[in-house]
């Protein structure tokens, strides 16, 4: 999934979103070597250096391939779950 941030100085910084949370991101940003981790605090995103951010997009591109957890393949869960 793509996720855009949006600084306070008006700078756009894309990643790519690897995990979510209610409270928490995390993330990768290019020119970065390590995850970034976002928090959310009293309503704010902010960057580990404290610095607040704003998300501005999640994209998600099609076609995504779940591989044997698609719905309605023998291997996926919904096909037990019915019978």
Do not use: A, H, K
């Given at each position: 999934m793509n996720i855009i941030l949006c600084q306070q100085n008006g700078e756009r910084l894309e990643g790519i979103l690897l995990a979510a949370g209610s409270?928490?991101?995390?993330?990768?940003?290019?020119?970065?070597?390590?995850?970034?981790?976002?928090?959310?605090?009293?309503?704010?995103?902010?960057?580990?250096?404290?610095?607040?951010?704003?998300?501005?997009?999640?994209?998600?591109e099609f076609p995504v391939d779940f591989g044997p957890y698609a719905l309605g393949t023998s291997a996926g869960f919904a096909d037990s779950a019915l019978s």
């Open positions: 409270y928490s991101l995390r993330l990768m940003l290019p020119g970065s070597s390590d995850v970034t981790e976002l928090r959310r605090e009293y309503g704010q995103w902010s960057l580990e250096t404290g610095e607040p951010v704003e998300l501005e997009s999640l994209t998600i």
